[in-house]
Structure formats: structure tokens, C-alpha cells
């Protein structure tokens, strides 16, 4: 399992601070993160893929400095957003998971496999030449999943990705978030997705307020909240 | 090309995209240098010939063909009343072989096979032309194209749930400034997948 370590991580938007020396390391499997909105909680995962850089501290996955390897770790850590629309560039089902192969030095025909192997792990291959933007919302998320996960991340980082969904796609997307065999990072509202999570990380304010088993965090956050 | 693509297996299909667009564009100018209505009529049957061997349902070719007779339906009578129903005619088929063989070529050919072809196109000069970027910006048009027109859309019923059908500028500011955030999240999801090292 990889390890992602923030060591006194400040961001700021501007004037105003997001993120204020965040201390964590993230070695666990299944890793939720809650907080209101404006809380941080989108930013500090950003920082995991170097989507956003923090203005001061260091951010390392697998020892690796965000900042200085970023290829390295862009390989490592998949993100998946919230708005599957956003995150899906090509035209075609298939077309736009084999794009994440791209640039890999692979063959036309390992890249075909690849990526048919990917839509039938997530029941797409029926859709593989339809166009991406004519799926249900559900089968959006579930092709923007296929087409970070055909990449063989470590770390699979997901920003609300069940916000946009109904309960039963909610609930399918987080089951399959959980059964994947890389460690995977959660940020999301929906709290009783958690329980099954073997941490759960509450930031108020851009400061990190509870950590710990999801009872525990939850509670905490739950008063918070009251 | 946005979802017209009807996959197949067949050998028009598999032709390669470059040989495709290269024969295609000989035909266009083949069909445009025939002047006998026999020839047309020949190259006609040829060209359902190859909409057969491909494959492609009724329904899909007549959704590509189809808006080309209704124009057909008025340029014919008045180019037969300027110059003839022997020139009509000759007008009318070579456009109809040319769209339909146009039609037939995008029914037939991925995006991803276009853009490759392009980037091969674009190889010999590549010490100018990064071929990866102008494929990407090119997949990127096509797929904004369902994007904006989803905005576009959404932004018409907002308008109309709040009673400002009227105004152009509650629907072109809204537009705009959506389209600039979608942009945005686009270009931070490339960049998500490694499209910026």
C-alpha cells in the first residue's frame, strides 16, 4: 500500500487560506474525507495528484515529492470528479478509456485489449461504440472509473463521486470503490457510504479537526454539525 | 461525427481511415467528371453496393442522405427550368454519390481512426507541429460539441422556469460563463490524466 504523507501543508486561494498546516499520513486502504463546502476537504485531495501545489510543505505519495515527480505520481494516482462530464474527452465509450493508454508505449492491439478488458469489468462493453455523452449519469461515473482504473493507478482519489448520482448508482459506485484492490480516497457528503472505511478524516476550516476509526470521525463530525 | 459512428466488421470497415478519405476524394472528383446520366446512375449502384457490404442499417444511411433529397426536391425543378433536365439530373446525382459516399465514410470510420490518421499526416512535420495536441484539440472539439449544446439546453429551461425567454443576454452570459467553467474542469481532468507532462 502506498503512502501519502502531507507534511506542513498550507494553500491559499488569494487571501484566503484553505489549508493550514495539514500533518497526515495516509497508509490505509479505504480513506474517507467529509467536511461543508469551502472546508478544504477538495483541495487537500487535489494536492495528492498535483492538481493543485501547496504553497508551503511537501506532499510525497510512495516517497515520491508531488511537486518535483509529478508524471511519476500522475501515474500512480488516478482522480476521478465529480461531474463525470468533465472528466470524459472522447467522443466514444471505448475510445475514451483507451485514451488513458495512450503515451504509454503500448501496441494498438494491447491497447484494444486493455481496454476491453476495463468495459467489461464495469458492464460498458455493450456501450463500447456508443457515445459517451448519450449514458445515464450512473454510466458516466462508472466509464470515468473504467478509464482511470484501465491505468493501473495505486491510489485511486474520488472528489464526490456520488453527488450527481441516485441512491442505487450512489450505492453501486461506492461498492465498487470498495471492493478495488488500490487504496482509495474519498471525499463525499453522503455519510453512511463510510461505515465501511477503515478511516475517516474531518477538516473544518482547512484544519483537520477529527481522524479516526469512521464512528469515531463521524460522531465527531456529526456534532460539529449540531 | 458525434455518435454516427455504426460499427461493423466489414472490409470497408477495416479499410485504413487515410485510404479511405483518398478514395473517397478521388470518387468526389471521379463523379464530378462524369457527364453521362447512365455513368451516374452506374456509380450509384456501386455506391448501395458498398452500403450493403458494410453493412449499415436503412435507417442510419437515410438519416445522412435523407436532408440531401429534400434540397434536391427544389434545386432539381429550378436548374431543369435554367438549364435543362439532362443537367438536373447530372446535378442532382453527383451530389447525391458524394454525400452518400461522405455519409458512408463516417458510418464506417471511429473518431479515434481519424484523429490517428491525422497525426500520421502530420508527422513528417513534426519538429513544427506537435501531432499529439492538434489530435487531442481536435477530439476535444467533437466532444465539447454534446457539452455546450447540453448547456445551451439547460440554460433555454432555466430561462424559460424564471420568464426571461426574451433576453439574449440571459442566455448568452449564463452560456459563456458555464462553458469557460466547464473549460476549466476539462483542462484540470487532462491534466488528472497525464495530458500535461
Redesign the interface.
Known amino acids: 500500500m502506498s503512502t501519502i504523507d502531507f507534511d506542513g501543508v498550507s494553500h491559499a486561494f488569494g487571501e484566503r487560506m484553505v489549508l493550514q498546516d495539514i500533518r497526515l499520513n495516509l497508509t490505509e486502504q479505504r480513506i474517507g474525507i467529509v467536511g461543508a463546502n469551502g472546508s478544504g476537504k477538495s483541495t487537500l485531495v487535489r494536492l495528492i ?3 493543485i501545489r501547496p504553497d508551503t510543505g511537501t506532499v510525497t505519495v510512495g516517497g515520491l515529492d508531488v511537486a518535483r515527480h ?2 511519476a505520481v ?2 500512480q494516482v ?2 476521478i ?1 465529480t ?1 463525470p ?8 465509450v471505448a ?1 475514451d478509456v ?3 493508454l ?2 504509454r508505449g503500448l501496441t494498438s492491439l494491447e491497447i484494444t485489449t486493455r481496454t476491453q478488458a476495463a468495459l467489461e469489468r464495469f458492464g460498458l462493453d455493450q456501450h ?7 449514458l445515464s449519469g450512473g454510466q458516466k461515473q462508472l466509464l470515468a472509473l473504467a ?2 482504473l484501465v ?1 493501473e493507478p495505486e491510489i485511486v482519489v474520488a472528489d464526490e463521486p456520488t453527488t450527481l448520482l441516485d441512491a442505487r448508482n450512489a450505492r453501486s459506485i461506492t461498492e465498487l470503490l470498495l471492493g478495488l484492490s488500490q487504496q482509495v480516497i474519498v471525499v463525499t457528503h453522503q455519510l453512511d457510504l463510510l461505515a465501511d472505511f477503515d478511516r475517516v478524516i474531518v477538516i473544518e476550516h482547512g484544519r483537520v479537526v477529527a481522524d479516526g476509526a469512521p464512528d469515531e470521525a463521524l460522531g465527531a463530525y456529526r456534532e460539529l454539525l449540531a | ?3 454516427l ?1 455504426h ?1 461493423g466488421h466489414s472490409l470497408v470497415h477495416r479499410t485504413p481511415m487515410l485510404l479511405k478519405l483518398l478514395l473517397l476524394s478521388l470518387a468526389v472528383v471521379l463523379v464530378g467528371l462524369l457527364g453521362q446520366l447512365w455513368q451516374l446512375g452506374a456509380c450509384l449502384l456501386v455506391v448501395a453496393a458498398l452500403f450493403l457490404a458494410a453493412r449499415v442499417p436503412l435507417g442510419a444511411a437515410w438519416k445522412q442522405i435523407g436532408p440531401i433529397l429534400w434540397i434536391l426536391v427544389i434545386a432539381v425543378p429550378l436548374q431543369a427550368l435554367f438549364a435543362g433536365w439532362t443537367t438536373a439530373g447530372l446535378m442532382a446525382g453527383r451530389l447525391l454519390i458524394a454525400v452518400a459516399l461522405a455519409a458512408l465514410f463516417t458510418l464506417t470510420t ?3 481512426a481519424v484523429l490517428e490518421g491525422f497525426q500520421k499526416l502530420l508527422r513528417p512535420f513534426r519538429r513544427w507541429v506537435d501531432a ?1 495536441r492538434v489530435g ?1 484539440l481536435l ?2 472539439t ?2 465539447c460539441i ?2 455546450v449544446a ?1 448547456i445551451v439546453s439547460e440554460v433555454i429551461e432555466a430561462r424559460r422556469a424564471r420568464g426571461t425567454q426574451g433576453s439574449l443576454l440571459a442566455l448568452a452570459v449564463p452560456v459563456v460563463v458555464r462553458s469557460l467553467y ?1 473549460a476549466d ?2 483542462g ?7 495530458l500535461d ?1
Open positions: 495528484n498535483g492538481l509529478i508524471k500522475r501515474r488516478g482522480f470528479f461531474n462530464d468533465n472528466q470524459i474527452v472522447m467522443p466514444t475510445e483507451a485514451f488513458t495512450r503515451r463500447a461504440d456508443h457515445p459517451a455523452h448519450r478509464a482511470v491505468g | 461525427m458525434i455518435g459512428y460499427p471511429t473518431v479515434t499529439d487531442l477530439a476535444l467533437l466532444r454534446p457539452l447540453e466547464a474542469a476539462i484540470e481532468a487532462l491534466a488528472a490524466r497525464g507532462d
